[in-house]
């Protein structure tokens, strides 16, 4: 079998199944199999009982019949590469050399190898000691298979030819283009999908990424896209970016229902119906209805930066925090340690500057003077905020969940300045209300 794929019939089918699309070796003739699972009633997973077809003779059934799944083989739980390895089928012709080339190819992508792994004249020569070594075996059991005269070194020559690395590279594209579609068109069977577009920017790049979620079907994310800005800025680039990004989910038949983003004002004008150009106004009935959700784990990094830069008793402490990370870098070798750097896009991650000054306290105050009772308070606080952060990350957590968590995560907050006599609990805490619940831009009011 090679050049596996997969396919749907939207012409010829109201209710579309997915089909394994695939060629057997030395047939130019393409050839089906429908992909779909089939729960029995006793819950046991089955592939579709139907049987192979040839692709043209197929396409020419379903004009006159309706395709209806059965149970058939039982399945067990499988990982996202099975996704490609449901192409070997059981009843398949024996192993030939392009199922070793493609074993070798999943190997060298696993494992991160040199393209140039397998195909070098030295795992060549290895492969054929594996064969001639399974050979003498074979003939030191079978002892009729002296008498045939097999010459191993020959008959292992015959047997294997190297791969090139341009037939790895090939092959390697080609299954990763069939894990990438397949994995989409499970998404594609759910009557909707959540994506979560994030920015990312580097010295190089500066793209929108397009990842598919839905944490109700109990599904991973998935990266589906990249969208590169091309540095734009203004709310008219997010828009283009993202129908961009949009139309390449659509063309998959990926339903859209709901849309994470960080929060930005540009991207956030997209969706809104104050700007005329926005996907409101466009009036595109699969776009215009689309739940917006701003991401709440950018809205909790900004309460806390925001706050921060305003309250002048904790700008102080975080300007005091960031200095002291910056000189722990500059001595890591007499500390013995390596601090943490401050991210400018993900201040929450102080929490972790605050616990290594602590940790090392001694060994920097000769540096520096350490506030240690104020380091303390503020690590405290940002607890609260990095556990926040960490339950809104999980790909199970839920929207309708997300109010409950950041009432007691303020409430929290409160109680460590009315309980503990924090300074700063309560001034994160009124900021993380008016980012996140008490904002028009929270998601949840």
Same mark, same amino acid.
């Not at 794929?5 to 199944?17: A, I, M, N, S």
């Not at 950018?298 to 309460?303: E, G, P, T």
């Given at each position: 079998?090679?050049?596996?794929?997969?396919?749907?019939?939207?012409?010829?089918?109201?209710?579309?199944?997915?089909?394994?699309?695939?060629?057997?070796?030395?047939?130019?003739?393409?050839?089906?199999?429908?992909?779909?699972?089939?729960?029995r009633?006793?819950?046991?997973?089955?592939?579709?009982?139907?049987?192979?077809?040839?692709?043209?003779?197929?396409?020419?059934?379903?004009?006159?019949?309706?395709?209806?799944?059965?149970?058939?083989e039982?399945?067990?739980?499988?990982?996202?590469?099975?996704?490609?390895?449901?192409?070997?089928?059981?009843n398949?012709?024996?192993?030939?050399?392009?199922?070793?080339?493609?074993?070798?190819? %999943?190997?060298?992508?696993?494992?991160?190898?040199?393209?140039?792994?397998?195909?070098?004249?030295?795992?060549?020569?290895?492969?054929?000691?594996?064969?001639?070594?399974?050979?003498?075996?074979?003939? &030191?059991?079978? @002892?009729?298979?002296?008498?045939?005269?097999?010459?191993?070194?020959?008959?292992?020559?015959?047997?294997?030819?190297?791969?090139?690395?341009?037939?790895?590279?090939?092959?390697?594209?080609a299954?990763?283009?069939?894990?990438?579609? +397949?994995?989409?068109?499970?998404?594609?069977?759910?009557?909707?999908?959540?994506? +979560?577009?994030?920015?990312?920017?580097?010295?190089?790049?500066?793209?929108?990424?397009?990842?598919?979620?839905?944490p109700?079907?109990?599904?991973k994310?998935?990266?589906?896209?990249? %969208?590169?800005?091309?540095?734009?800025?203004?709310?008219?680039?997010?828009?283009?970016?993202?129908?961009?990004?949009?139309?390449?989910?659509?063309?998959?038949?990926?339903?859209?229902?709901?849309?994470?983003?960080?929060?930005?004002?540009?991207?956030?004008?997209?969706?809104?119906?104050?700007? &005329?150009?926005?996907?409101?106004?466009?009036?595109?009935?699969?776009?215009? @209805?689309?739940?917006?959700i701003?991401?709440?784990?950018?809205?909790?990094?900004?309460?806390y930066?925001?706050?921060?830069?305003?309250?002048?008793?904790?700008?102080? #402490?975080?300007?005091?925090?960031?200095?002291?990370?910056?000189?722990?870098?500059?001595?890591?070798?007499?500390?013995? +340690?390596?601090?943490?750097?401050?991210?400018?896009?993900?201040?929450?991650?102080?929490? &972790?500057?605050?616990?290594?000054?602590?940790?090392?306290? &001694?060994?920097? @105050?000769?540096?520096?003077n350490?506030?240690?009772?104020?380091?303390?308070?503020?690590?405290?606080?940002?607890?609260?905020?990095k556990? #926040?952060?960490?339950?809104?990350?999980?790909?199970?957590?839920?929207?309708?969940?997300?109010? %409950?968590?950041?009432?007691?995560?303020?409430?929290?907050?409160?109680?460590?300045?009315?309980?503990?006599?924090?300074a700063?609990g309560?001034?994160?805490?009124?900021? /993380?209300?008016?980012?996140? /619940?008490?904002?028009?831009?929270?998601?949840?009011?």
């Open positions: 079998m090679k050049e596996v794929g997969f396919t749907t019939y939207p012409d010829l089918e109201t209710k579309q199944h997915v089909y394994m699309r695939y060629k057997h070796e030395g047939s130019p003739k393409w050839y089906v199999k429908c992909n779909e699972l089939v729960t009633s006793d819950g046991v997973v089955c592939r579709c009982s139907i049987q192979e077809q040839r692709e043209d003779h197929y396409k020419n059934w379903l004009k006159t019949h309706v395709h209806t799944c059965q149970a058939g039982a399945l067990s739980q499988q990982t996202l590469l099975d996704y490609y390895n449901k192409g070997k089928q059981s398949d012709p024996m192993l030939d050399l392009s199922n070793v080339y493609d074993e070798m190819t %999943i190997f060298t992508g696993k494992f991160n190898l040199a393209l140039d792994t397998f195909a070098s004249p030295e795992f060549t020569h290895v492969a054929k000691i594996f064969i001639m070594f399974t050979i003498y075996q074979m003939m &030191n059991k079978y @002892k009729q298979l002296q008498s045939a005269n097999i010459n191993p070194e020959k008959l292992a020559d015959k047997l294997y030819k190297p791969i090139t690395r341009d037939e790895i590279r090939n092959r390697m594209i299954i990763a283009n069939s894990i990438h579609l +397949a994995k989409v068109l499970e998404f594609a069977k759910k009557a909707y999908t959540c994506v +979560a577009i994030d920015e990312g920017k580097t010295h190089d790049y500066h793209n929108l990424d397009f990842v598919l979620t839905n109700l079907e109990q599904m994310p998935y990266p589906v896209e990249a %969208i590169d800005m091309k540095d734009g800025q203004t709310s008219q680039d997010y828009k283009s970016a993202i129908t961009a990004g949009f139309n390449r989910i659509d063309i998959r038949k990926v339903k859209i229902g709901s849309v994470v983003v960080d929060g930005g004002p540009a991207q956030l004008k997209c969706f809104k119906d104050t700007w &005329n150009d926005s996907f409101y106004h466009d009036r595109d009935p699969k776009y215009y @209805k689309i739940l917006l701003p991401c709440l784990c950018h809205r909790i990094h900004n309460s930066q925001y706050i921060a830069g305003k309250n002048n008793q904790l700008q102080s #402490l975080v300007k005091d925090v960031h200095r002291i990370a910056e000189l722990c870098r500059i001595h890591a070798d007499d500390i013995g +340690a390596q601090c943490p750097q401050h991210v400018s896009t993900r201040w929450i991650y102080d929490y &972790n500057i605050c616990v290594f000054i602590l940790k090392y306290e &001694n060994k920097i @105050k000769q540096y520096i350490v506030d240690h009772d104020k380091i303390v308070q503020l690590k405290d606080c940002l607890a609260v905020l556990k #926040l952060i960490l339950v809104f990350e999980s790909d199970k957590a839920l929207l309708a969940n997300c109010y %409950i968590w950041l009432r007691k995560a303020i409430s929290t907050l409160n109680l460590l300045t009315s309980n503990l006599h924090n700063f309560s001034i994160l805490a009124s900021s /993380l209300d008016s980012y996140t /619940l008490d904002s028009d831009f929270g998601g949840l009011s």
